[in-house]
């Protein structure tokens, strides 16, 4: 499977129902809202996990995956296409600094904040000012008065709470699908990120297309095949170079905010929206860039490494051996060194400018 170079890209920590059947949305929705009721709020925090989070966090044997969840908290963000605040999920740091750029970590495809549940304690104990924040319309926001989650909106939420909380230039970092997401604000908002940082980077695909004429059924019935189990097992074991031995539970990690009642409409919104096609904004990025990608990447091909280093005004290559779609998960210390080295890379050169000569 990993000579599979031209498999299309999927969202490799995320799992979904194994039922058969497609399931009536009414009855899919009274089941997911059951997994967040009274009785599940009250459970997950009697155990230290917030209240909004599934239940099946409580099935998760993960420790680091545990210890990430903990600390998953909803901040309201105001946004010009919601009447009141969005309660958004993210991982905030346990102290805000001045003394350099705050990193922001965004997810892939339809993944949440937990896939950086290796990375980012790492990059914390370095000393940085770390962010992992959700994505509009994945992980776990309170979505109940469906948003639209289509890439303005996905744009204009994540401005919106940098205005609010970050306030200052940051360092961008975009897995997957989320480089796509990176560009795209960076582009639109360069005052906003500082530098740039692209793991696996899916930037070269056309979106899904517009398919809001399409009867409603078809969209939903792709998100159920979305979520079929075989599925998300089969994208798992490929998106890495070696499998995992905790792969199921890895597979529970990435199916979790799956089980939120408006991960549905959520999803489909964004698909009949087209999706993200950045292809013609990556020359405009005038960030400094690292493209960071596993050699044995068997879901992105690791040439458009090289293409995407060369279209990029500013960009460095760092590859990491022996290594799938998502360093930041299989390969954690190698991931945040070659993280670590730029950002620093970066600070001795401004440092070097400030010398006399």
């Not at 925090?45 to 903990?70: C, T």
């Not at 899904?208 to 409603?216: G, L, S, Y």
Request: hydrophobic letters at 40%.
């Amino acid at each position: 499977a990993r000579g599979n170079r031209l498999t299309p890209p999927m969202p490799p920590l995320l799992t979904l129902s194994s039922s058969p059947v497609l399931p009536p949305r009414a009855r899919f929705r009274v089941s997911a809202s059951a997994d967040v009721g009274a009785t599940g709020r009250a459970a997950a925090a009697s155990n230290g996990f917030p209240p909004f989070l599934p239940r099946a966090v409580e099935r998760i044997r993960d420790g680091a995956a545990l210890r990430l969840a903990k600390r998953i908290e909803r901040v309201p963000v105001q946004t010009g296409f919601s009447k009141s605040p969005i309660p958004s999920s993210c991982v905030r740091p346990l102290k805000q600094q001045q003394s350099a750029d705050p990193v922001v970590l965004l997810h892939g495809f339809d993944s949440s904040c937990l896939e950086w549940r290796y990375t980012y304690p790492l990059l914390e104990d370095a000393g940085l000012e770390t962010w992992a924040v959700d994505i509009l319309g994945w992980g776990f926001s309170n979505l109940e008065t469906r948003p639209p989650c289509d890439i303005v909106s996905k744009r204009e939420h994540l401005y919106q709470f940098w205005r609010s909380y970050i306030k200052r230039p940051m360092v961008l970092v975009g897995p997957s699908l989320g480089a796509a997401v990176a560009i795209d604000f960076a582009v639109n908002y360069p005052e906003a990120v500082s530098k740039l940082i692209f793991i696996g980077a899916s930037v070269y695909a056309e979106g899904t297309k517009d398919m809001t004429r399409m009867p409603k059924f078809v969209p939903y019935a792709g998100v159920f095949v979305l979520k079929s189990l075989p599925l998300r097992l089969f994208a798992t074991r490929l998106a890495f170079y070696k499998i995992p031995d905790g792969l199921f539970d890895w597979v529970q990690i990435g199916r979790l905010h799956c089980l939120l009642p408006w991960w549905e409409d959520a999803t489909v919104n964004f698909m009949i929206t087209g999706g993200y096609n950045v292809i013609n904004q990556i020359k405009q990025v005038k960030q400094k860039c690292l493209v960071l990608w596993g050699e044995d990447d068997g879901i992105i091909s690791n040439k458009q490494a090289y293409r995407l280093q060369q279209e990029l005004p500013s960009a460095i290559l760092r590859q990491v051996g022996q290594c799938g779609h998502i360093p930041h998960v299989e390969k954690p210390r190698e991931a945040a060194k070659h993280v670590l080295d730029f950002l620093e890379g970066d600070s001795l050169d401004k440092a070097d400018q400030l010398l006399p000569v």
